[in-house]
């Protein structure tokens, strides 16, 4: 029910569901090994199908890549009595996956595996899975498993909150046993104790939005002498974007409005991604960096870094480096081209600009003017992905307070904005919408995959005009 407990549950199920295929892998061995008429493994002579030591080593494979293939199947996410055809349609898929990785990875390292071996462990562990679903259902449909695994809870709240409790369970009542709804309102906290008492109650769920606090509180420390569990809703008050968490402040428990991504581990994670990612660029363009700053210095007056003070984290400046693509005076000029702007909003953007130099022009189709902000990088001013920073003063004329919220996260060199084609997108809204996606999906996945679609934006030379 809470999330703490499905995620344990699913974490028993991932180990279990690893071990059921290395079985399927055994046993698809197994059977090709001793049965030597099978004809879908295109091989009748037994002895051309190795020990099961050639294949062993595939465990290290199949053991945590088929979990993660159900998990994107979604079939850990579905209720424990899903119907059987969803099942055995996500089962199928997965095993099919998996089957076809097994091959792939054979292909590559030219093991020369039996492929009968690798389509038997597809069937196999298909079969394996639906036998042990069937065994939950019928474990979980029992009545020892009814008495053990179903829980007896009681809902407090006014009747409307009580029936909105109910609606919002939905198909969990699978798991859950509502014994009834009591209304703090109109009832004592004795009758709620006698009522606990007569059900067994395991889990009291209280909704307080139309309950007096007071009258909460006396439920709480009833059920803390009861040692019965208490969950208490978050949703006092009505939020559009925020996502809540529980936190400890201090000693002082505390709810935690959040809008942006709320995962410490991955966060960590990226900023180490940050931090090597970026020594390796460095290393890597360390040449091409210097020939840049060279050529720039050789064909134009004026310095090598274009400096600007860019609005960061939460709106912090700090100052942004690019390699100098436009005329010295070009902030002077930018006046005089304020009729040619093309973006809509407080961006300012001009096809084929005339300030940028023909050096200038050549590093901008390529992104090599971009190079400079790895050191903002190192400096954890920027990463690696994120929102593009944007110029304090443009920030400044934001016309949507909303807008803002693509500051809540550090600037990035690249983003979807960047790979979506931004030569083609003129509208400040559209550009906000996409940033707002990213920072609403953020993933360590989605970033990896950025990152790749940047490569191929770069080597084409679909940067800024």
Same mark, same amino acid.
């Given at each position: 029910m809470l999330h703490r407990d499905r995620q344990v549950r699913i974490q028993v199920y991932q180990f279990i569901d690893g071990g059921l295929f290395a079985l399927g892998l055994w046993l698809g061995w197994l059977i090709r090994y001793h049965w030597q008429e099978l004809p879908i493994a295109g091989i009748n002579n037994v002895d051309e199908?190795?020990? $099961?030591?050639?294949?062993f080593w595939l465990f290290l494979v199949v053991i945590p890549m088929t979990p993660l293939i159900l998990e994107w199947q979604g079939y850990y996410?579905?209720?424990?009595?899903?119907?059987?055809?969803?099942? +055995?349609?996500?089962?199928?898929?997965?095993?099919a996956i998996s089957t076809i990785g097994v091959i792939l990875i054979d292909f590559m390292l030219r093991l020369n595996g039996a492929r009968g071996v690798y389509v038997l462990f597809g069937f196999c562990s298909f079969g394996l899975m639906i036998l042990k679903g069937e065994m939950l259902r019928w474990a979980y449909q029992s009545k020892l498993g009814q008495a053990q695994f179903k829980q007896r809870i009681v809902l407090i709240?006014?009747?409307?909150?009580?029936?909105?409790?109910?609606?919002?369970?939905?198909?969990?009542?699978?798991e859950l046993e509502i014994i009834g709804g009591v209304d703090l309102n109109k009832s004592s906290i004795d009758d709620l104790v006698s009522f606990m008492h007569e059900h067994s109650v395991n889990t009291v769920i209280i909704n307080a939005r139309h309950t007096l606090l007071g009258h909460v509180e006396a439920a709480i420390r009833a059920c803390e002498l009861e040692g019965i569990e208490v969950l208490l809703l978050a949703d006092f008050f009505k939020t559009q974007i925020s996502r809540t968490s529980l936190d400890d402040f201090f000693g002082?428990?505390?709810?935690?409005?959040?809008?942006?991504?709320?995962?410490?581990?991955?966060?960590?994670?990226?900023?180490?991604?940050?931090?090597?990612?970026?020594?390796?660029?460095?290393?890597?363009?360390?040449?091409? +960096?210097?020939?840049a700053a060279v050529?720039?210095?050789?064909?134009?007056?004026?310095?090598? $870094?274009?400096?600007?003070?860019?609005?960061?984290l939460n709106g912090k400046p700090f100052i942004m480096y690019k390699f100098r693509t436009m005329v010295t005076n070009a902030e002077q000029l930018k006046q005089e081209l304020a009729v040619l702007n093309e973006m809509s909003g407080p961006v300012f953007k001009v096809t084929n600009d005339p300030r940028i130099t023909r050096f200038g022009r050549l590093l901008r189709k390529f992104s090599i003017d971009e190079f400079p902000q790895l050191f903002n990088v190192l400096r954890f001013e920027m990463s690696l992905v994120g929102p593009r920073p944007l110029p304090v003063d443009?920030?400044?004329r934001f016309d949507d307070v909303a807008h803002r919220r693509r500051l809540s996260v550090r600037p990035g060199l690249t983003c979807l904005w960047q790979i979506s084609g931004r030569n083609d997108i003129k509208d400040f809204g559209e550009w906000v919408r996409l940033d707002l996606e990213y920072i609403d999906n953020w993933t360590l996945w989605l970033d990896f995959k950025i990152l790749w679609h940047t490569i191929w934006v770069v080597l084409l030379g679909r940067g800024a005009r």
């Amino acid at each position: 029910m809470l999330h703490r407990d499905r995620q344990v549950r699913i974490q028993v199920y991932q180990f279990i569901d690893g071990g059921l295929f290395a079985l399927g892998l055994w046993l698809g061995w197994l059977i090709r090994y001793h049965w030597q008429e099978l004809p879908i493994a295109g091989i009748n002579n037994v002895d051309e199908i190795r020990d $099961f030591a050639h294949y062993f080593w595939l465990f290290l494979v199949v053991i945590p890549m088929t979990p993660l293939i159900l998990e994107w199947q979604g079939y850990y996410e579905r209720p424990v009595f899903s119907p059987r055809g969803l099942v +055995m349609w996500q089962l199928a898929k997965a095993c099919a996956i998996s089957t076809i990785g097994v091959i792939l990875i054979d292909f590559m390292l030219r093991l020369n595996g039996a492929r009968g071996v690798y389509v038997l462990f597809g069937f196999c562990s298909f079969g394996l899975m639906i036998l042990k679903g069937e065994m939950l259902r019928w474990a979980y449909q029992s009545k020892l498993g009814q008495a053990q695994f179903k829980q007896r809870i009681v809902l407090i709240g006014t009747a409307e909150d009580i029936q909105q409790l109910r609606g919002s369970i939905g198909s969990a009542l699978q798991e859950l046993e509502i014994i009834g709804g009591v209304d703090l309102n109109k009832s004592s906290i004795d009758d709620l104790v006698s009522f606990m008492h007569e059900h067994s109650v395991n889990t009291v769920i209280i909704n307080a939005r139309h309950t007096l606090l007071g009258h909460v509180e006396a439920a709480i420390r009833a059920c803390e002498l009861e040692g019965i569990e208490v969950l208490l809703l978050a949703d006092f008050f009505k939020t559009q974007i925020s996502r809540t968490s529980l936190d400890d402040f201090f000693g002082q428990p505390v709810f935690v409005f959040h809008s942006g991504p709320e995962t410490p581990w991955a966060r960590l994670v990226k900023q180490i991604v940050d931090l090597v990612g970026t020594v390796v660029l460095l290393a890597v363009f360390a040449l091409p +960096m210097v020939i840049a700053a060279v050529v720039i210095k050789l064909t134009s007056k004026g310095p090598v $870094f274009f400096k600007q003070e860019r609005s960061g984290l939460n709106g912090k400046p700090f100052i942004m480096y690019k390699f100098r693509t436009m005329v010295t005076n070009a902030e002077q000029l930018k006046q005089e081209l304020a009729v040619l702007n093309e973006m809509s909003g407080p961006v300012f953007k001009v096809t084929n600009d005339p300030r940028i130099t023909r050096f200038g022009r050549l590093l901008r189709k390529f992104s090599i003017d971009e190079f400079p902000q790895l050191f903002n990088v190192l400096r954890f001013e920027m990463s690696l992905v994120g929102p593009r920073p944007l110029p304090v003063d443009e920030v400044q004329r934001f016309d949507d307070v909303a807008h803002r919220r693509r500051l809540s996260v550090r600037p990035g060199l690249t983003c979807l904005w960047q790979i979506s084609g931004r030569n083609d997108i003129k509208d400040f809204g559209e550009w906000v919408r996409l940033d707002l996606e990213y920072i609403d999906n953020w993933t360590l996945w989605l970033d990896f995959k950025i990152l790749w679609h940047t490569i191929w934006v770069v080597l084409l030379g679909r940067g800024a005009r």
